[in-house]
């Protein structure tokens, strides 16, 4: 179901946005050579207690994961490209970072996520960052009022095809609302002027992520982990965005 959020229910959007964007920060900020990604879940669930936020993800239990999720971040490291769990593991240098966050303050949701090299990095890694953060700047210039989804997935899909990625259609961007994944989707590859078109008030995350090598993955032995087949490391670059009469506004917006 498609819902549209009214100016105020955007303001309150806004102030989980900011949360999760702080959390981003704190996170990105402390991930470094030699820490533990089980030390960055548990930053951002004190950050979370401290709020008096809800996780989206600790009790999060979909079809496609093999137990409810345990953790409050998703910390996908070099050939892992999405719902990473934490793991005990020390980050060691040159690894490529995606953090992905959702919490809910006073019962709204926000989504959102980057990508990080610790240490030295390698140049194609910066190359596959930058190539999400591009698309996540198209898609989201491309969220206005009178335009359609897939204009979207196509801005997103171009920056893709433009350097020879190819985009995996199994995850891409959804609504956000009370809770974190609803309608409508968006896929990260797609058809301009096709689709549901944008109104004011709808409300939900885009988030293009890249694999260097390959647009196919699969799920790691913890049942959640997410991997690209071939080995390759990927990206990821997420915000949640409402649509209004003014443009596109990033919800989850941070400050660095
Ligand atoms: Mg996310």
Sequence with gaps: MIELRTPSEIVELQTAGAFVGRVLEATRDAAAVGVNTLELDAL??????????????????????????????????????????????????????????????????SDSALSIVVGTPRPEDLKII??????????????????KIGDISAAIGDVAHASRIKVNMDF????????????PHIPNDGRAHRGLPLRAG??????????????????DADGWTLRSRDGSRGAHSEHTIAITEDGPLVLSARSS
């Excluded at 930058?130 to 335009?147: F, K, P």
């Excluded at 891409?172 to 309608?183: A, I, L, N």
């Excluded at 709808?202 to 799920?219: H, N, Q, R, S």
């Design 44 to 109: 951002a669930h004190d950050m979370i207690r401290a709020e008096g936020a809800e996780s989206c993800y600790i009790d999060y239990h979909p079809s496609f994961g093999a137990s409810p999720f345990g953790k409050v971040i998703c910390i996908s490291v070099n050939d892992a490209v999405l719902h990473g769990l934490p793991h005990d593991y020390v980050l060691q240098d040159g690894d490529l970072v995606s953090l992905d966050f959702a919490a809910s303050v006073n019962g709204w949701v």
């Design 172 to 183: 891409g961007g959804h609504g956000v609302g009370r809770v974190m994944h609803g309608d």
């Design 130 to 147: 930058e190539l999400t953060e591009v698309a996540l700047a198209a898609g989201i210039a491309a969220a206005t009022v009178g335009n």
């Design 202 to 219: 709808l409300v939900f995350a885009v988030e293009p992520w890249f694999m260097l090598g390959t647009d196919k993955i699969y799920t």
